[in-house]
Nanobody, 114 residues
């Protein structure tokens, strides 16, 4: 069982930045980790993921603006979000892939508005 807790969301103006954190209850050394987001009435979408070996992948809509990273010694995954746009507004969820299972945090709200 993996518990994930997101933090760092909030209200920011377009063009601003936020850094999201995802703290895991135990070691994430062997896990592929990711950030997803969801808006009402729309399906959940992958924002970025980072494999256990460090390889990263990003949605086209956030390439060049977002950076996913991990600190295995702290059991934490980060999402640095720069040049935020209103369309980035969503609840952001941390994900851990453990064997055939997916574990999710409670989500953190990001609102981009002027």
């Amino acid at each position: 069982q993996v518990q994930l807790v997101e933090s760092g969301g909030g209200l920011v103006q377009p063009g601003g930045s936020l850094r999201l954190s995802c703290a895991a209850s135990g070691s994430i050394f062997h896990y592929n980790m990711g950030w997803y987001r969801r808006t009402p009435g729309k399906p959940r979408e992958l924002v970025a993921d980072i494999r256990s070996g460090g390889r990263t992948n990003y949605a086209d809509s956030v390439k060049g603006r977002f950076t996913i990273s991990r600190d295995n010694s702290k059991n934490t995954v980060y999402l640095q979000m720069n040049n935020l746009k209103p369309e980035d507004t969503a609840v952001y969820y941390c994900n851990a892939k453990v064997s055939i299972l997916d574990y999710w945090g409670q989500g953190t709200q990001v609102t981009v508005s002027s």
